[in-house]
């Protein structure tokens, strides 16, 4: 049970005769019980003890005729089956009339809009047969399972209200008038499938899947469902072209547009589909054309063992520069490299330096008086086996593998 | 008051004008649409910055983190376009795909680092 409480209700008003952009009026009304009292009560009540000027519609008062749907605190309602209790307690009431529909006065919107939704999508009943005989259909045949409650819309036009696209998209059909068309498409006794689907399909599209329509409507039936069936129809079905297009001076309108926008969805699709095909040929070639190409390029290049020099050509007890000349085969070209080698007889083995300084690939050169590896470039210092003395260097000196084959001496480079 | 004069109509009201409760009780439907609209213009803008800066993981992470998002949100207007799953159970298709699109993007990112 709800307590007793005082209410402020506000309730959207527009004077036709003043015109302007409306207004809220404020009531406080107490209320005696909150959840047996609806907001069309509270409407009446008003109009009876406050204010005689203020207009809204409603007729049946259970939720059967669709009069009285409004937006309340921010969602399209029925005002006889929204309770006052429905709005936390100590909140505001706000009572407005319904989007995307001209105002004609206070709560009192024109439908016009609604109805010729209606017509747009041929809601309309046509039997194949005409029989003056009552159709008998099973509660459990499919079709009859499929449309479910689509058929049960009292038009009250709470759907096109919350739909945010029918007020961007200004020939859409609108969620009311689609699932009214998906009633009717599903029914196979109709005989007007062909030119209600051309319709239909022809605004179908503009829905987001906000679900918005779903979530309002009194009477639980699913617009959002209902547009996806008649879009999943254009899978099955051909839509017959619209007569008026052909009258239409085609080659004018198109040029002043685009080249293509005289096209039809078949076409397009097929010419997409021929598009995406070839596309996807000439992807698949060029994607084998450069795999062959580049490939080689990406495999790791085996080593080679490249002759330094005889190792009785290289001095003893001494550090030696070696200029290494070699090829190295890079994807399908060859690519001559030389690169200085610092050969080490210092010791007993014969050591084979990198040249590159560790740090940022300068030359290094061997300072024979200072008994050090330099690097000219930021000051990098080794010693004689390649340890770092001073400077940036990371890592000592890298170093060659090295053999000594028939007196010749050999590096391994990759 | 007997004119003949046509009754002015105040213009169509739209979402949200004079409709001080609105945004608090918009359908979450609404939001999960723009929402994918939004993050497909910032997925054009992350792959322009992937582009640019391939290796920087703040980058990678944002541009996988939103094409999860994307495609959570994709898949589910495909359900629904299908009838794979009924509308009544809209709500939780957008919970459940953007939580299992984030565990993915958490895989993919843990395999990659």
């Not at chain 1, 069936?229 to 072209?241: C, G, M, N, V």
């Not at chain 2, 649409?33 to 993981?57: G, K, N």
């Amino acid at each position: 049970m709800g307590a007793a409480s005082t209410r402020n209700v506000r309730v959207f008003r527009y004077n036709p005769e003043e015109g302007g952009d409306g207004h809220f009026d404020s009531y406080v009304l107490s209320i005696g019980n909150e959840t047996t009292t609806t907001m069309l009560d509270v409407l009446l009540r008003i109009l009876r003890e406050q204010d005689p000027t203020i207009s809204f519609r409603f007729a049946c008062r259970v939720g059967m005729c669709g009069s009285c749907g409004m937006v309340i605190n921010g969602r399209e309602r029925l005002a006889c089956r929204a309770n006052v209790s429905d709005i936390p307690p100590g909140k505001d009431i706000t009572l407005r009339p319904l989007n995307h529909f001209p105002l004609i006065k206070d709560l009192v919107v024109d439908m016009q809009p609604l109805f010729e939704q209606f017509e747009q999508t041929l809601s309309f009943y046509e039997p194949k047969d005409a029989s003056a005989e009552p159709a008998l259909i099973r509660p459990d045949a499919p079709e009859r399972a499929e449309i479910r409650n689509a058929t049960d819309c009292i038009a009250c036009g709470c759907c096109v209200s919350s739909c945010t696209m029918a007020h961007y998209h200004e020939d859409y059909a609108g969620p009311a008038a689609l699932a009214r068309a998906y009633a009717l498409l599903a029914d196979k006794r109709d005989a007007l499938f062909e030119p209600r689907l051309t319709q239909a399909l022809a605004s179908c599209y503009n829905c987001r899947t906000e679900v918005n329509c779903t979530e309002v409507c009194p009477k639980e039936i699913s617009g959002t469902r209902a547009i996806k069936y008649i879009q999943r129809l254009a899978l099955t079905h051909r839509p017959e072209a619209p007569p008026e297009r052909s009258q239409e001076p085609r080659e004018a309108v198109a040029a002043a547009r685009w080249p293509w926008a005289d096209m039809d969805r078949a076409t397009f699709l097929r010419h997409l589909g021929a598009g995406l095909l070839g596309a996807g040929t000439a992807a698949a070639l060029l994607s084998v054309a450069g795999v062959a190409a580049i490939g080689p390029a990406l495999r790791k290049k085996p080593a080679q063992w490249i002759p330094v020099a005889k190792v009785s050509d290289l001095p003893a007890s001494q550090i030696t520069t070696v200029l290494l000349k070699y090829d190295v085969q890079s994807g399908i070209y060859t690519q001559p490299v030389s690169r200085p080698v610092l050969v080490s007889r210092l010791g007993e083995e014969t050591i084979c330096y990198n040249a590159s300084c560790p740090h940022l690939g300068c030359l290094v050169r061997w300072d024979e008086r200072a008994d050090q590896f330099r690097c000219a470039c930021h000051g990098g210092t080794f010693d004689a086996s390649g340890k770092v003395l001073a400077g940036p260097p990371p890592r000592p000196l890298d170093r060659y593998r090295s053999k000594i084959e028939g007196g010749r001496l050999l590096v391994e480079v990759t | 008051m007997e004119d003949d004069k046509p009754l002015e109509y105040r213009k169509r009201l739209q979402w949200g004008e004079h409709d001080p409760y609105r945004r608090q009780n918009t359908m979450i439907g609404m939001w999960a649409w723009l929402a994918q609209r939004v993050s497909a213009v910032a997925l054009v803008v992350l792959v322009a910055l992937h582009l640019l800066w391939t290796y920087v993981r703040l980058i990678q992470l944002l541009l996988l983190l939103t094409i999860a998002f994307h495609a959570a949100l994709g898949l589910r207007v495909m359900l629904l376009d299908f009838n794979l799953v009924s509308v009544k159970h809209h709500r939780a298709l957008i919970w459940v795909l953007t939580g299992v699109g984030v565990v993915v993007a958490a895989f993919i990112y843990r395999a990659i680092y």
